[in-house]
């Protein structure tokens, strides 16, 4: 089920698209703010706790590593991990950097992912709303089927490898600690990026407020 949950979670948000036919992915943003809060909480009550109980030093320094990678993922990915997608339309090119850049960053999300079942989840509700952002985009950037379905399929290969990786590479296995504090860096600027703009002017509403409070409590009681 590792393997196999994110590959369904990009399946449901390309199947979400296909079937509904958002015009405007803004449509989702509680949904993609749940899942912000989501994945902070849990960053914050398991994986935190964990790689500083550990006996590896400077811990600190490859948490700060991560949320570095990530903001140079991002020079890439114009954002796409947090909602933000940017194509040119009519632009028939495989968007090779979009990918690589997520890809990297899906790949190292899958290496905690074997070891903890609810980041497992916190993983699968981050990856549907964006699916559906990157399909969304796809079809307005007039992105052929063909593109799209190769892309998406590709993506959603990329933490079930990574969670493979941890589990079979020695290397990975060695260093498994360091590699989890880099990843917590990953999702601690992912998930605040979402929070903040998901809300107009940088500002939460009532509806927001609370969806993320009650992210914040499911994370807590799993």
């Not at 990918?99 to 903890?116: A, K, N, T, Y």
């Not at 993320?212 to 009681?221: M, N």
């Amino acid at each position: 089920m590792h393997y196999l949950l994110p590959i369904l979670a990009i399946v449901a948000g390309y199947v979400f698209v296909i079937l509904f036919k958002p015009k405007k992915p803004s449509s989702i943003k509680l949904f993609l703010a749940f899942s912000g809060a989501f994945l902070l909480a849990l960053t914050v009550f398991e994986l935190l706790p964990e790689v500083y109980e550990s006996e590896v030093k400077f811990v600190g320094v490859f948490i700060m590593a991560g949320i570095l990678l990530q903001i140079f993922l991002e020079f890439f990915s114009k954002g796409a991990e947090h909602g933000h997608v940017h194509l040119h339309k009519n632009d028939t090119t495989f968007p090779w950097m979009l990918f690589v850049s997520l890809s990297v960053h899906s790949f190292l999300e899958g290496i905690p992912v074997h070891d903890h079942d609810h980041l497992l989840i916190g993983i699968i509700i981050h990856k549907i709303p964006i699916a559906i952002i990157l399909t969304v985009f796809f079809i307005q950037a007039n992105y052929s089927r063909k593109n799209t379905l190769i892309f998406l399929f590709l993506f959603s290969l990329m933490t079930p490898a990574g969670s493979f990786a941890a589990e079979k590479l020695a290397f990975l296995k060695e260093y498994y600690v360091e590699a989890t504090a880099v990843v917590i860096g990953i999702f601690l600027h992912v998930s605040t990026t979402i929070l903040f703009e998901s809300s107009e002017g940088h500002k939460f509403n009532l509806a927001k407020l609370l969806i993320v409070i009650f992210a914040a409590f499911l994370a807590f009681l799993l």
